[in-house]
């Protein structure tokens, strides 16, 4: 159980608007850039990226280090998925900048083609747009792009193409799929404008992904610049670009790789737009995509509207502060001439009208709605799992989200929200028609351990039945982002609460042995979690509670043990005393941390005070040297739930056996763990039937080579880098001048971590 808290956007305001409408741009709490789109007959998706980061040194600057999408099944309420790709963290060395990329969907899986800045292609897939992604590219052929212009790991250049970036992706009717990339300058003279597109063809099976390599080809599309995208509409294929005046342009053929031929403007520069509050929508770039969805055809694209908005996102309503180049993302339905040829898009306030109305009776992620008013958002990121987005309210503004033309057919009777909340007196009003409106209910958020530590919170709503026009969520509380909001549903009749239930079905016994990794099943409800972990990530090797966030670590002889414990963490178990009497209880534990201990209580009372677990000794082994600690205890007989609590940080236990009796005795021996072998010198590696004369009782250690580990402090922050042979951790932190305190050690070359005090 560790560290690592994770980061997400930013905040902004806006007003109310016409039923029945969203307004542009799409999100007002964040700023975004370079759309794409998809659809897949039942929802339609935007990829855009995250404009937020580019204010950093210079507000001009193009820092784009991160993919967001929106998803969307009446083109209205967009459900915000967050930050669902952020670059170099998914795979560690690649991507860079990943400026505009695009996105296509097949049999409900995305896939996504990103630039690595102006440099190379390559892609992503993932069960569903929440991730988690991989690179099918890299799985294939073992190479991180599709082309590149530099390096060796790519599969064939850029064909001269002056800026390799702004890839597009497409699949046709009958499942094949195409990227298009490139750009290039007007002064180019190895790829004058309008020459300086690639295409290449590819299948795809399951997200294994097949490239045609001898596919690759030209386009020439007139006039293009940059942003190539292809987009099918009845029996025509169109290429759209940005051209040099930064317009997007477009070209027509019965073809996917062309040749095109050249019709016109689709989408006017961004100083076009009429309705921006302040000055002008400025210049700058375009960027666009295209997807028929429901029978209509819907442009998204950039503009500049929110950093001209009297409210400035970055600024909590601070009027016309320095703007930057900051971007947001809007989107209005295009319309096409009998001939196929399309009508030049007309800008709007409002958006798309509404299809079809918003069924409340299924499980939403928290930003969920059609307009939000002083709202962040924060993205949690946990490696091999699906990204979750959380709602942060600003509630001592006037804070809300809003959903239009809600559908409660017979009526609602309860409200479910799963929340986190470490705030007081923090609630959420359900409001009818205005922010004031009329009040159907009100769900006081219950207090949690930690920002990790979701709980569902119910509330009686009243009023709520056929057609709702414009559905209010108004967070009221003390203290801005103290709650953050998961999801939220809507219930015909109230879910009753469920218990916890004991992991596998039955209560561990007593007197006995419990194995700590079979924690209990969480229930349903408030006051029905089995644990509390203060980050969602699993930061062992073990998968055996998968998607937990329990730090579960592989040890010999098919061991699990609960590790990287910290303070106020908590597992529970459901335990049957078989008699009610004196019991003595131990436990097998191992730490580095001379502060470290935990103790327990029963159906929330305290049975033990604290108990220290004892520090490894310094420069030996940490986490590998388990000792038993113990406490008498006094039990009542029957069912009852058992908790372990974290006293103090950085601590691993693997079992607690409980012996009738006070005073009691447990002689069986703490099975041993093995450190990784790591050096071929030695003639006992690889010769199981050896322990080698290092070998004593339980445990087994091999001469290891020098290894490199990073160094981060508890804020998940890289502090440097040093090696050791594996049993010196503490000398080589000195030794490198690191000051006296606790550090989390990763292996630059392999999975093993381990934390570390340099003081006790």
């Known amino acids: 159980m560790n560290i690592f808290k994770k980061v997400g956007g930013a905040c902004l305001t806006a007003g109310l608007v016409t039923f029945g409408l969203a307004e542009n741009p799409i999100s007002s709490y964040h700023y975004l850039a370079d759309p794409s789109a998809a659809s897949d007959g039942d929802t339609f998706y935007i990829l855009t990226d995250t404009d937020d980061m580019c204010v950093s040194d210079n507000p001009f600057a193009y820092n784009i280090i991160g993919l967001y999408a929106f998803s969307s099944k009446d083109m209205v309420n967009w459900t915000d998925h967050g930050l669902i790709f952020q670059s170099k963290r998914e795979f560690g060395t690649y991507p860079g900048n990943t400026w505009a990329s695009g996105i296509a969907v097949r049999n409900g899986r995305p896939f996504i083609v990103y630039p690595d800045g102006a440099s190379g292609v390559g892609m992503i897939t993932a069960p569903s747009i929440d991730g988690p992604y991989t690179d099918p590219i890299k799985e294939a052929y073992g190479v991180n792009y599709i082309a590149a212009n530099w390096g060796a790991s790519f599969l064939g250049n850029c064909d001269d193409i002056d800026h390799c970036f702004d890839p597009g992706i497409f699949f046709d009717d009958d499942g094949s799929g195409y990227v298009i990339f490139g750009g290039g300058s007007t002064s180019s003279v190895k790829r004058p404008i309008g020459n300086n597109f690639d295409i290449i063809k590819f299948s795809e099976n399951n997200g294994k992904v097949t490239l045609d390599k001898g596919s690759l080809k030209r386009i020439s599309a007139e006039k293009s610049f940059e942003a190539p995208y292809i987009h099918k509409h009845g029996d025509w294929y169109y290429i759209s670009f940005n051209n040099s005046g930064q317009e997007i342009g477009y070209g027509m053929s019965k073809n996917p790789a062309g040749p095109y031929s050249y019709k016109g403007i689709a989408i006017g520069a961004v100083w076009q737009i009429s309705d921006c509050e302040t000055h002008s929508c400025d210049g700058g770039n375009n960027h666009q995509g295209f997807a028929d969805f429901k029978g209509k055809t819907y442009a998204v694209y950039h503009d500049r509207r929110l950093v001209r908005a009297k409210e400035h996102p970055a600024s909590l309503g601070i009027a016309d502060p320095e703007p930057g180049n900051h971007r947001s993302v809007s989107i209005d339905e295009i319309t096409y001439a009998n001939d196929g040829t399309m009508n030049k898009l007309v800008f709007t306030k409002e958006g798309p009208k509404q299809v079809g109305k918003f069924d409340p009776f299924n499980t939403y992620k928290a930003l969920t709605s059609s307009k939000q008013r002083n709202v962040r958002s924060r993205t949690d990121w946990t490696k091999g799992q699906a990204v979750k987005h959380v709602l942060t309210p600003l509630a001592t503004k006037e804070s809300w989200i809003r959903v239009t033309g809600v559908d409660f057919g017979n009526g609602a009777e309860n409200l479910r929200i799963k929340a986190a909340n470490v705030g007081d007196n923090n609630k959420v009003e359900i409001r009818k028609g205005s922010v004031t409106g009329t009040l159907a209910g009100t769900c006081s958020l219950a207090k949690t351990s930690g920002w990790q530590s979701y709980t569902d919170n119910d509330c009686a709503l009243t009023g709520l039945s056929g057609v709702v026009d414009q559905l209010f969520f108004v967070f009221k509380g003390a203290k801005d982002s103290t709650m953050g909001i998961l999801e939220w549903e809507f219930q015909g009749t109230k879910r009753e609460p469920e218990p916890q239930t004991p992991f596998g079905g039955k209560a561990w016994a007593i007197p006995g042995t419990i194995q700590m990794e079979d924690f209990d099943e969480p229930g349903y409800g408030t006051g029905n979690d089995s644990y509390y972990d203060n980050d969602a990530e699993n930061h062992g090797d073990s998968d055996y509670r998968k998607g937990t966030g329990v730090d579960l670590y592989k040890k010999s002889n098919n061991r699990v043990v609960v590790g990287y414990n910290q303070t106020d963490e908590w597992l529970e178990y459901t335990v049957n005393v078989t008699k009610a009497g004196d019991y003595t209880m131990f436990a097998a534990v191992a730490s580095a941390n001379a502060t470290s201990g935990f103790k327990l209580s029963l159906d929330g009372k305290d049975i033990t005070e604290s108990i220290a677990v004892p520090a490894a000794k310094e420069g030996e082994e940490n986490y590998d040297d388990y000792n038993k600690v113990s406490a008498n205890v006094t039990l009542p007989a029957g069912q009852h739930i058992l908790r372990f609590t974290v006293t103090g940080d950085w601590m691993d236990i693997d079992y607690i056996n409980f012996v009738a009796g006070k005073d009691g005795k447990d002689d069986a021996p703490i099975p041993g763990t093995e450190t990784e072998v790591t050096d071929p010198t030695d003639p006992d590696v690889n010769n199981p039937t050896d322990p080698g004369p290092d070998a004593i ?42 000051a006296k305190g606790v550090y989390m050690l990763k292996q630059v070359n392999g999975s093993k971590k381990m934390m570390v005090s340099t003081g006790k």
């Not at 981060?712 to 000398?731: E, S, Y």
Request: charged share 15%.
């Open 697 to 738: 009782t339980g445990v087994k250690f091999y001469a290891h080579a020098a290894q490199a580990y990073n160094v981060f402090d508890l804020q998940g922050h890289k502090l440097g880098t040093v090696r050791f042979d594996g049993t010196g951790a503490v000398k080589a932190l000195k030794n490198a001048g690191f």
